[in-house]
């Protein structure tokens, strides 16, 4: 079921992608699954859930989730416990046979308004297969938008349980543009023979010498020059003339010193001397030390004022289609001493690099130096020079040149672009349908998984465009998409989520549960150290039951115990009332029991600075509470009935009779 049914596909990151593709038999419905990460393969060792994929996550297709930077393994549970185990791993790690899975985004057929198709194409991995895999990009034609391709191997672990070693995926096209190659060629020792005569005898020995070795180097692309526009049209060749530079700095000094100083030939005076107004020697004519020309116009124009000492040329070996070019720089205006290379202002670091061992330095250039066995990669640790070679090739690269072969090169260009418009178009198209005002783009740097991820996007807006765009849209969904999709089935806190704590705890590799507490500002409220169970019970409770709320206004911890969850959300009801609290407080005060004080003063310390108090604590602070209240009314009650006693008027003492004189008879009678 795991080999058919599903594909799986790693960055080389954070981020996996797990979805069934066209291509591949696949079965009708797909797995409700819980991904689980773990540093070692007995997934003891900071155990992490990283998602919980359900049927409403499989309408896109894909499923998109982040793991901890530090973890290479991964267990797929399915609802009946069979298990999958992916382990992440480098290429030269997988074992032999294993095959070879190419993903292609397509525009639809006949420039159609359907949405955009991702077809699967499995390859046997032996020999050259990202040859064949290019191979395949080519017959896909004008609709082939993007495609990466990835080794794996299937076997078996322990007690038979299936194992998926995956290395990283990689971008077959567009191949990556943004990464140029430079390797320096073989000084020429020998040219051609010249049968000139020159009017001075010194100038008679050098072209008996048949000159100095030209200096050059071999620029690899992995794409074709169409396909490479935007990042050669920022590129320079570049000569840093370090003769001409110290012969200025000896000239400055000899002038300071008040030395006799020399007047260097220039261009001028050599034609002069010969007669010849058209002769071009093999040098710089400039009369500056640094030069610098914008590589896209040297290949659409050779002839350019712009080739001053430096011609370039499409290689001669032309691989096939889709394999890539190389370009020949030859610096023939460079002598012993001078630095050639490239510079380009707008590089990152790794998009330039030199074949063999990179000197590292600033991204933005790399050089030779001109010595007398060759061309020896340099490290550029000279700020002034650094400065003007930027400087220069900024302003070189605001002259692109408009004549009918740029023209040309731009429309091949632009057709590759507008495959991408079209795609981005059409995802823009289904958003407006779903009500979502965000919008992709087209321009920018595209992640290995961006049309995948764009694709997902769109599924998910159809059913939840309101709660994806109150938490930030695309943006938030880049970032975490895991958190992103479940926050977009609602529940108690998913109102409370922004983008902004999103993308922050997006970056943390905190297991799924703790990253969306923190996006909805609950940071905190799952406990630490949970295992795999009871991060799926906490992540649970959090979307589902509405108690989560009055926790979080209590800060009481979450508990992946049911029964003391029930009993926590009971006490927070009551502790949620922090005047209700400080009552309790001084009721204690008042009857002299410090520990029930310092208890409840401990609580209300804790939750005005942020922290969280266990849910285990919860009961015993909310019985403090209730204890409280009994007391307090059983002492009112007391006051109450002493007050109503005072109050009433005290009984009358009783009359003593007055006892009258008994009358003569009555006393004679005895009466």
């Known amino acids: 079921m795991w080999q058919e049914q599903l594909d799986y596909f790693w960055g080389g990151g954070r981020r996996l992608v797990i979805g069934g593709f066209d291509g591949a038999e696949r079965a009708p419905a797909r797995p409700a699954l819980t991904v689980v990460s773990a540093q070692d393969d007995a997934f003891t060792t900071e155990p992490t859930l990283v998602d919980v994929i359900d049927a409403p996550r499989w309408r896109a297709g894909v499923a998109m989730f982040d793991i901890p930077a530090e973890h290479r393994y991964l267990r797929l549970t399915d ?16 074992p032999a046979g294993g095959d070879y899975r190419l993903l292609m985004t397509l525009l639809p057929e006949g420039n159609g308004s359907e949405t955009a198709q991702f077809r699967l194409v499995p390859l046997p991995a032996r020999g050259d297969v990202e040859r064949l895999a290019r191979e395949q990009t080519v017959a896909a034609g004008v609709r082939l938008v993007w495609a990466f391709g990835q080794r794996r191997a299937f076997e078996q672990g322990p007690g038979g349980a299936p194992v998926l070693r995956l290395s990283p995926a990689r971008r077959i096209f567009p191949a990556w543009q943004s990464r ?36 050059a180097l071999r620029l690899r692309l992995t794409d074709s020059l169409e396909e490479s526009a935007t990042l050669l049209s920022r590129s320079c060749v ?31 005076d050599i034609r002069q001397a010969i007669g010849d107004s058209a002769e071009h020697p093999d040098a710089v004519e400039a009369t500056d030390a640094v030069v610098v020309a914008n590589l896209l116009n040297l290949l659409l124009d050779p002839d350019s004022a712009e080739a001053d ?69 340099r490290r550029l640790d000279d700020d002034l020079l650094l400065d003007e070679l930027m400087r220069r090739a900024e302003a070189a690269g605001a002259r692109i040149g408009t004549g009918a072969a740029a023209r040309a090169f731009a429309e091949r260009a632009a057709g590759l672009k507008g495959r991408r418009e079209k795609l981005v178009s059409l995802f823009n198209e289904a958003l407006t349908r779903a009500g979502l005002p965000g919008r992709f783009s087209a321009v920018g740097l595209w992640d290995l998984f961006e049309p995948l991820q764009q694709a997902s996007f769109v599924a998910l807006a159809r059913d939840a465009a309101p709660a994806l765009q109150a938490i930030g849209g695309y943006g938030a969904y880049a970032a975490d998409p895991a958190v992103a999709a479940a926050l977009a089935k609602g529940g108690p806190l998913a109102g409370l989520a922004t983008e902004s704590r999103i993308v922050a705890e997006g970056r943390s590799g905190a297991p799924l549960p703790a990253r969306y507490a923190a996006a909805c500002g ?17 992540l649970g409770a959090l979307m589902q039951e509405d108690d989560a709320r009055i926790l979080c206004e209590a800060r009481i911890g979450l508990s992946p115990d049911p029964l003391l969850r029930r009993d926590a959300a009971r006490a927070a009801r009551m502790l949620a009332d922090a005047g209700a609290v400080e009552r309790a407080m001084h009721h204690f005060e008042r009857s002299r029991d410090a520990q029930s004080v310092a208890a409840l003063t401990d609580y209300l310390a804790a939750r005005r600075a942020g922290r969280w108090v266990s849910a285990s604590s919860a009961p015993p602070l909310a019985a ?20 109503t006693a005072a109050a009433q008027p005290a009984p009358a003492a009783p009359t003593a009779s007055v006892e009258k004189p008994k009358g003569f008879l009555r006393r004679l009678l005895g009466g």
Request: charged letters at 25%; glycine letters at 12%; aromatic letters at 4%.
């Open 79 to 94: 609802a009946n416990g069979d298990a999958l185990t992916l382990h992440l791993c480098a290429e030269r790690d997988l």
């Open 238 to 268: 570049a000569m840093a003339l370090n003769q001409r530079r110290r012969l200025r700095g000896w000239m400055q000094e000899q002038k300071a010193a008040g030395e006799p100083v020399i007047d260097p030939l220039t261009f001028d």
């Open 180 to 215: 140029l190659l430079l390797e320096a060629r073989a000084l020429e020792s020998e040219a051609a023979a010249d049968t000139r005569h020159a009017p001075f005898a010194i100038m008679q020995q050098w072209l008996g010498e048949n000159g100095a070795p030209r200096a």
């Open 522 to 538: 609950a940071e905190g409220i799952a406990p630490p150290g949970l295992d795999a169970a009871a991060q799926i019970a906490v």
């Open 624 to 643: 403090l509470l209730s204890r409280a209240g009994v007391e307090a009314a059983a002492e009112q009650t007391r006051v109450a009935t002493g007050m």
């Open 309 to 377: 000492g430096v011609a370039v040329r499409r290689g001669v070996d032309r691989n096939a289609a889709g394999m890539g070019e190389t370009i020949e720089i030859d610096f023939y205006g460079a002598a012993l001493g001078d630095d050639v290379g490239l510079v380009c202002p707008a590089a990152r670091a790794g998009d330039l690099g030199v074949a063999g061992a990179d000197p590292g330095g600033p991204p933005f250039v790399r050089l030779f130096r001109v010595e007398a066995d060759g061309l020896t990669p």
